[in-house]
Nanobody, 119 residues
C-alpha cells in the first residue's frame, strides 16, 4: 500500500510555471507506475500524464505536450509534474495516482492540489 501527498499548487499568471510534487510513503514506490490527473470545476477528472516504474516511458495528453514534463525520483519516493507556459484552461485540482500490475488500474490517489492560472 502507498499513501500519496501532493504539493506545489498555487496561483500563477498565464505563461508562468509551477512544479507539482507527489510524495509517496512506503518502500515500494519504485514498483508503481504513476500518473497525474486533473479535474476542473464542473468537469470530469482528466488524465494528464503517466510514467512507468523506472521513469523510462512517459505519455502525455495532447493539450500538455511540450509544456508539461512528468518525472520521478525513486530514491526520494517522489513524483513530479513540471508545468510551463501555463494557460487558464490548465486551472484544476491536480491529483497523483499510483498503480501496479498488468491491469493498468490506478489504486491509490492523493488528496489533490489546486492550480489556478489567471489570464
Amino acid at each position: 500500500q502507498v499513501q500519496l501527498v501532493e504539493s506545489g499548487g498555487g496561483l500563477v499568471q498565464a505563461g508562468g510555471s509551477l512544479r507539482l510534487s507527489c510524495a509517496a510513503s512506503g518502500r515500494t514506490f519504485s514498483t508503481y507506475f504513476m500518473a497525474w490527473f486533473r479535474q476542473a470545476p464542473g468537469k470530469e477528472r482528466e488524465f494528464v500524464a503517466r510514467i512507468n516504474s523506472i521513469g523510462s516511458v512517459k505519455y502525455y495528453i495532447d493539450s500538455v505536450k511540450g509544456r508539461f514534463t512528468i518525472s520521478r525520483d525513486n530514491a526520494k519516493n517522489t513524483l513530479y509534474l513540471q508545468m510551463n507556459s501555463l494557460k487558464p484552461e490548465d486551472t484544476a485540482v491536480y491529483y497523483c495516482a499510483a498503480g501496479q500490475g498488468a491491469s493498468g488500474k490506478y489504486n491509490y490517489w492523493g488528496q489533490g492540489t489546486q492550480v489556478t492560472v489567471s489570464s
